[in-house]
């Protein structure tokens, strides 16, 4: 497995922004794996927000952050990155960046497409 290590959490006003920043070592080819990451809000199960094929050519986003959040990935330097705007305070949670099992999913991507997890950072959206 890969090991993930996040960064770039905290806590942001309604309307601000934040850059979660994931990076990739050991394990599997970074670049031969779709990633993902995924959120856990307290007492909700964990959900995919985004996620991106092993070659950037399709990205998911779920219908709760689409046009706010945008998830992209550097191949060579092993990162993946979720660039979030207009945050609001349901966006608070527990994120975790997560490699999957294969280069892709299908239909759309689940827990059960990834098997590896990093440590996961807090965002808290509040005034």
């Known amino acids: 497995q890969v090991r993930l290590v996040e960064s770039g959490g905290g806590l942001v006003q309604p309307g601000g922004s934040l850059r979660l920043s994931c990076a990739a070592s050991?394990?599997?080819?970074?670049?031969?794996?779709?990633m993902g990451w995924f959120r856990q809000a307290p007492g909700k199960e964990r959900e995919c927000v985004a996620a991106i094929y092993w070659d950037a050519s399709l990205t998911y986003h779920a219908s709760s952050v689409k046009g706010r959040f945008t998830i992209s990935r550097d191949n060579v330097q092993g990162t993946t990155d979720l660039q979030m705007n207009a945050l609001k305070p349901e966006d608070t949670g527990v994120y975790y960046c997560?490699?999957?099992?294969?280069?892709?999913?299908?239909?759309?991507?689940?827990?059960?497409?990834?098997?590896?997890w990093g440590q996961g950072t807090q965002v808290t959206v509040s005034s």
């Open positions: 997560a490699a999957g099992k294969r280069s892709a999913w299908s239909g759309y991507p689940s827990l059960a497409d990834f098997d590896s």
């Open positions: 050991g394990g599997r080819s970074f670049s031969s794996v779709a």
